[in-house]
């Protein structure tokens, strides 16, 4: 009788475990509670050490927040793709201000050394398509229900051909948050960019 309650313990704390990989901070505070937050989904999160800008498009308030380079956590898959979490914060206070999360296979690797890896996640558009409705899923449960919704992908044309993307937009007086699935020849990811407007 002892076995199955340990068995649905150890059931719960494995899903746990395994969904916190998808989950996402939400909250304006200090970065030490965002490195503890990681530190919870994963006792021996990997954290990287890369040299992060970011432009006026990608973050409106950098010049009102000028931020330092991001505290960044690479999480294992939970279906297919990793997870890359970068916590911008300004480094005079400590303040997250923005938040950047990238489901995308060897992100931060050699540009030469991935041009194999794009030849191959060219044909799974529909693998793309699945995590990109997954991920939106696990953030409605999050962030409710988004400003600007989406229901399939849209072909774009730029100077190189044409390519997939998706994007689901929640925004409140506080908060902007986009989800948005890039699928072209040199980027094939999913990004949520989420950031405090105060």
């Known amino acids: 009788m002892i076995l199955r309650p340990l068995l ?3 059931a719960f704390l494995s899903s ?7 989950r996402i901070w939400t909250k304006q505070s200090k970065i030490s509670e965002v490195i503890a937050f990681e ?5 021996n999160a990997k954290f990287l050490s890369q040299n992060v800008s970011v432009s006026k498009d990608y973050y409106p308030l950098v010049d009102k927040y000028p931020v330092t380079n991001p ?3 690479q999480r294992e898959p939970l279906e297919y793709l990793p997870v890359y979490a970068e916590y ?7 303040i997250l201000r923005l938040a950047a999360y990238d489901w995308e296979k060897d992100r931060y690797g ?35 229900t988004p400003t600007t919704p989406d229901s ?3 072909e774009e044309s730029y100077d190189r ?6 994007e689901t937009l929640w925004e409140t007086e506080d908060v902007h948050a986009k989800l948005n699935m890039i699928f072209e020849s040199m980027t094939y990811r999913v990004r949520l960019t989420l950031y405090w407007k105060k």
């Open 8 to 10: 649905t313990t150890a």
């Open 16 to 22: 746990v475990l395994l969904f916190g990989q998808e």
């Open 39 to 43: 530190k919870q989904i994963n006792p």
């Open 71 to 73: 505290v960044i956590v």
């Open 88 to 94: 911008f914060y300004t480094p005079e206070d400590s």
């Open 110 to 144: 050699n540009f030469f050394d991935k041009q194999k890896m794009w030849k191959e996640e060219s044909k799974k558009f529909d693998t793309y398509n699945k995590e990109y409705e997954r991920i939106k899923t696990i953030l409605i449960a999050q962030l409710g």
């Open 152 to 154: 399939k992908a849209k």
């Open 161 to 166: 051909g044409t390519y997939f993307t998706r």
